[in-house]
């Protein structure tokens, strides 16, 4: 997979975020300043500002554990409007969460994708071309659970940027 670097992290309540987010089929307030449940969160939106990617995570202090039980950060939306291959966005934007430097938690990176609310007979197929597997179904069985087991740290360190903006390499 080819590291192609489109992302560039901003706040809960980034105006250009929340537009993409209001043609996004998860959205449930058009309009909304914002579209991030509660938590840690890294937003990222893409150098040309043609795709948003969230993720999402119950604060490990907070006592509250998400409402599938899994500890992991989980994507809430990915849209990508922009002509850029969306599995390379996925890799990069797992990339940016690693550079974040948040602990991953035990059960990897998560996502959910709403079926019916896909035009794509593979629902998932880019994250799934991204690497990430189909581990079963949301408790309702409208959406595809999808994982990834977190890159070993040793990997990561390959793509962590330096304070100076510089990278390893």
Same mark, same amino acid.
């Given at each position: ?44 939106? $893409?150098? /040309? ?12 202090? $907070? =006592? ?11 994507? *809430? ?5 922009? @002509? ?7 890799? /990069? =934007?797992?990339? +940016? ?8 938690? @035990? /059960? ?29 179904? $949301?408790?309702? =069985?409208?959406? *595809? ?14 793509? +962590? ?5 510089? /990278?390893?390499?």
């Amino acid at each position: 997979m080819t590291f192609v670097m489109v992302w560039q992290r901003v706040g809960k309540f980034d105006p250009r975020t929340a537009a993409l987010a209001d043609r996004h089929y998860s959205r449930r307030k058009v309009g909304s300043p914002q579209f991030m449940p509660p938590g840690q969160t890294v937003i990222l939106l $893409s150098h /040309d500002e043609q795709a948003v990617f969230g993720w999402w995570r119950p604060h490990p202090d $907070s =006592g509250i554990s998400s409402m599938n039980g899994l500890d992991g950060w989980t994507c *809430t939306i990915f849209r990508n409007e922009s @002509p850029t291959l969306s599995s390379a966005m996925i890799f /990069d =934007g797992e990339l +940016a969460l690693y550079q974040a430097g948040y602990d991953i938690g @035990p /059960d990897g990176l998560l996502t959910y994708v709403w079926d019916s609310r896909v035009r794509s007979t593979n629902p998932g197929f880019c994250f799934k071309k991204a690497g990430w597997k189909c581990i079963g179904r $949301s408790a309702d =069985g409208r959406k *595809t659970l999808l994982w990834k087991e977190p890159m070993p740290a040793e990997k990561r360190s390959l793509f +962590a940027v330096r304070e100076d903006g510089s /990278d390893n390499s």
